[in-house]
Antibody
Framework: EVQLVESGGGLVQPGESLRLSCAAS????????MGWVRQAPGKGLEWVSD????????YYADSLKGRFTISRDNVYNSLYLQMNSLRDDDTAVYYC??????????????WGQGTLVAVSS | EIVMTQSPATLSVSPGERVTLSCRAS??????LAWYQQRPGQAPRLLIY???TRATGFPARFSGTGSGTEFTLTISSLQSEDFAVYYC???????????FGQGTKLEIK
């Protein structure tokens, strides 16, 4: 059974940093691209970033403007999201998600339960 | 950036009814379109990918159609567990830039 378990969320002040982790199990982690998607309270879904099986290439949503860094460790079957210079509008549930490939493109198939990041002074 | 527009935003329906949800892309995405179901307090679940392929675990009452810019999700006979928010996602861009629709909420009439 595919399992994705996020951790590392919490309450931080604007300008602070936070590192999210996602522990994967139940599949060959090193064979799949992975990504992060976030959802602000009461709002829709927003793609944040994704990373290739080997760690490169990496893609980010333009709105993040270099503040976030995605990485992975295929030895420990883990995905990470380093978030710097956090702002109020980064408040959201952050989901780790697996990417599957079909007909030349990738889509999110399995999602974790999410971890809440709250940015407030 | 490809913009995805879902309609309606909210749909009030009774169990047993047939419903059709719409998703429109601002430019063609071929059949690189997925649908997700999100129940309150839960993570999204993949429902449809490739515009029409049903994901594991979802019954045949769910079906997806469309290509290019117009897509629909149909639920043939609503069950109580189907009341949720449904999102579409396009994944056609290169370099990757995934964009979701704003969601359609199915609520009990």
């Amino acid at each position: 059974e595919v399992q994705l378990v996020e951790s590392g969320g919490g309450l931080v002040q604007p300008g602070e940093s936070l590192r999210l982790s996602c522990a994967a199990s139940g599949f060959s982690f090193s064979s799949y691209n992975m990504g992060w998607v976030r959802q602000a309270p009461g709002k829709g879904l927003e793609w944040v970033s994704d990373i290739n099986t080997s760690g490169s290439p990496i893609y980010y949503a333009d709105s993040l403007k270099g503040r976030f860094t995605i990485s992975r460790d295929n030895v420990y079957n883990s995905l990470y999201l380093q978030m710097n210079s956090l702002r109020d509008d980064d408040t959201a549930v952050y989901y780790c998600a697996r990417l599957s490939y079909s007909s030349g493109s990738y889509y999110f198939d399995y999602w974790g339960q999410g971890t809440l990041v709250a940015v407030s002074s | 950036e490809i913009v995805m527009t879902q309609s309606p935003a909210t749909l009030s329906v009774s169990p047993g009814e047939r419903v059709t949800l719409s998703c429109r892309a601002s430019q063609g995405v071929r059949t690189n379109l997925a649908w997700y179901q999100q129940r309150p307090g839960q993570a999204p679940r993949l429902l449809i990918y490739g515009a029409s392929t049903r994901a594991t675990g979802f019954p045949a009452r769910f079906s997806g159609t469309g290509s290019g810019t117009e897509f629909t999700l149909t639920i043939s006979s609503l069950q109580s567990e189907d009341f949720a928010v449904y999102y579409c996602l396009q994944y056609n861009n290169w370099p990757p830039e995934y964009t979701f629709g704003q969601g359609t909420k199915l609520e009990i009439k």
